[in-house]
């Protein structure tokens, strides 16, 4: 018998924010396969005679391919077992959910996506920050800092395409060369002057984020891994709690930059 691969979203951090869908399945899950994103809070609400693997690249099994993975699951879907492959935030969103898809495909096993919340979204609940604004921002854009091709090499992203004044950017993976970054989307067109804010662990109890103008980004303490930027007009709130009035807010929030 072939067991059904339940590939889930786990969320930014915060267990409350799995779906209902996921903790059921946790729940009566016999394997447990899971990012090294996925936190511990999430990870105890497993069928406690579940076996927990953790598969992430970097903490768990070091040196893991993809293809062993996919391997992974297809053996325990072999052997009759009910899996629940665990990735942090949604599976979609830069996680390796079309490769994974593909290879199960190929291999007859059957399986289901459960979304989860992503770190960007989960970022700006967080913050008290809407990412579209009729106002000022009509479209989200969700991004890397780079993006890897077939081959993992990695392309940089192209900003020119990408950076509009009336978009947020929601930027994953974004590195730590904030000086490389804002001249790259002053180059590609954004005003100096546009909200960014870097939301650190987003959702979980160490969260932390730092907001600031465009101009100023490279000026930003580095922040904890994971951590997810966001730059655009709607986020003006996220600078100061104030009036509304984020051209204010910005002023507000150079003065107490400056100050630190
Ligand atoms: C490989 S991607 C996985 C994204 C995940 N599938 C999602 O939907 O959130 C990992 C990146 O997501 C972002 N990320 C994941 N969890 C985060 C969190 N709790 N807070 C901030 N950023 C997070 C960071 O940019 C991190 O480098």
Known sequence: MTGKIHLVGAGP????????KALKLL????VVLHDDLVSPAILALANPQAEIVNVGKRAGAKGITQAEINALMI????????????????PAIFGRLAEEMDALDAANVPFEVVPGITAGLG???????????????????????????GDERHIKTDWKSLARED?????????????????????????AAIPAVIVSR?????QRHQSTTLENLAQLPRMDSPAVLLIGWALGRALVESNGDSAQALREAELILSAL
Do not use: C, W
């Open 27 to 30: 729940r009566r899950a016999t």
């Open 167 to 191: 978009a947020t950017l929601v930027i994953y993976m974004p590195g730590h060369d904030f000086t490389t970054l804002r001249n790259e989307l002053i180059g590609a067109g954004l005003p």
């Open 202 to 206: 987003a959702t979980a109890p160490e």
């Open 13 to 20: 951090g915060d267990p409350e924010l799995l779906t209902v």
């Open 123 to 149: 970022a700006a609940a967080s913050l008290g920050v809407s990412l579209t604004d009729r106002r000022k921002s009509a479209r989200v854009v969700i991004v890397t800092n780079h993006q890897a091709h």
């Open 75 to 90: 053996d325990y879907s072999r052997r009759g077992v009910e899996v629940v492959r665990l990735q942090s935030g949604d």
